[in-house]
């Protein structure tokens, strides 16, 4: 469908959306510390320098913000938000090949900062999206209780629920019970 790279970017942003306290596993912050960043970093296959620092630790939880912008904008509202990433961190793509991915593009060097390799890569995946007219591949879970985001990458676009809090089958019980409710 997309690019193994572009999938990957993505649901890595889902995934460190998915850290901020109420979206989580367990409800918490997961990305409290130097190293759950860390942890993340080599969980999602990224290349480049990683600082190990309380400064990226807390510039990493504050791109959390604006990477979940990206989950609610339309069509237009996210190329714009693209072009600006891109603009304020002067991107120049270049073909790279690294770890097991074969050639794919980065717009910034391997020594810039964390926090900003993630969103301009982010950005540049989302700008897949947005000229294959397939954002709405992003979406907010559609659980009442839940804010975590997701990739449907599903082939017919199905996918509602996120996979962080058991969404789906949450939902299903839920709409089991009140039908046996009713019929009772």
């Not at 912050?29 to 860390?38: H, N, P, Q, S």
């Not at 603009?87 to 810039?112: E, G, M």
């Amino acid at each position: 469908m997309f690019g193994d790279d572009t999938e990957s970017v993505l649901q890595a942003a889902a995934a460190l959306v998915n850290t901020e306290p109420g979206a989580s596993h367990s409800g918490e912050d997961e990305l409290a510390r130097i190293e759950d960043v860390a942890a993340f970093y080599a969980g999602w296959s990224y290349s480049g320098a990683l600082a190990r620092s309380v400064r990226e630790l807390a510039a990493v939880r504050s791109l959390r913000a604006e990477l979940r912008r990206f989950f609610a904008e339309s069509r237009d509202e996210a190329a714009e938000h693209v072009n600006r990433v891109l603009a304020s961190a002067a991107a120049q793509p270049r073909l790279v090949k690294h770890d097991d991915y074969d050639w794919h593009l980065h717009a910034v060097p391997n020594d810039a900062p964390f926090d900003q390799r993630i969103l301009v890569e982010t950005a540049m995946a989302v700008s897949d999206l947005v000229r294959a007219d397939e954002l709405g591949r992003l979406k907010e879970c559609a659980a009442d209780d839940c804010t975590a985001v997701l990739v449907d990458l599903s082939r017919n676009r199905s996918k509602r629920f996120c996979d962080v809090g058991n969404c789906g089958n949450r939902m299903n019980v839920t709409a089991y019970r009140a039908r046996r409710a009713l019929g009772s």
